[in-house]
T-cell receptor
């Protein structure tokens, strides 16, 4: 059973640029959720994908968008980067019919200068 | 707005001491998870509790889910330096259109040798 993987591990961008983060779900999981975690805080829910469609969304602007592919891997895209977007971005996979348990990847640390 | 609170926010104790971390909400959860996170890494699942009043033990860690499924506690016996990290609770909300999980802000634990 393979765990959740994310790439890249670290990324530095400048304001106004666009970024794509990638996630490979745990084998057998059909749901992926993305979180933003600022330093010293708990993860904040961005959105969730199930069956290649956005299944739920947190309080994030439209410049945060995503995709889920048939193999359940996923992408998080952020346009027009702002300084406050600097954070650890976490991907978590789960089963839609499960007990809510999510399995997290190691995260991508994004720094916006 | 659904909120999950954790207390204390920070905890620094000597090796061998006992401690309890609390997770509280006004929302009812269908399940609740506890995670441990080290700096720059993704959260690692410790336990999932599902039934009100449920108690689960994981070596020196004891987890309890409140009878009303609105709160939970994590008790660590004889803390060790390896227990150092950020402890996060996460609750899966009931009666939502998607698999919505909210996180608390975390309790940062430091165990001093």
């Amino acid at each position: 059973e393979t765990g959740v993987t994310q790439s890249p591990t670290h990324l530095i961008k400048t304001r106004g640029q666009q970024v794509t983060l990638r996630c490979s779900s745990q084998s057998g999981h059909n749901t992926v959720s993305w979180y933003q975690q600022a330093l010293g805080q708990g993860p904040q829910f961005i959105f969730q994908y199930y069956r290649e469609e956005e299944n739920g969304r947190g309080n994030f602007p439209p410049r945060f968008s995503g995709l889920q592919f048939p193999n359940y891997s996923s992408e998080l895209n952020v346009n027009a980067l702002e300084l406050d977007d600097s954070a650890l971005y976490l991907c978590a996979s789960s089963l839609i019919s499960g007990d809510g348990t999510q399995y997290f990847g190691p995260g991508t640390r994004l720094l916006v200068l | 707005t659904q909120l999950l609170e954790q207390s204390p926010q920070f905890l620094s104790i000597q090796e061998g001491e006992n401690l309890t971390v609390y997770c509280n909400s006004s929302s009812v959860f269908s399940s609740l998870q506890w995670y441990r996170q080290e700096p720059g890494e993704g959260p690692v699942l410790l336990v999932t509790v599902v039934t009100g009043g449920e108690v689960k033990k994981l070596k020196r860690l004891t987890f309890q889910f409140g009878d009303a499924r609105k709160d939970s506690s994590l008790h660590i016996t004889a803390a060790q330096p390896g227990d150092t990290g950020l402890y996060l609770c996460a609750g899966r909300l009931m009666k939502t259109s998607y698999d919505k999980v909210i996180f608390g802000p975390g309790t940062s634990l430091s165990v001093i040798p």
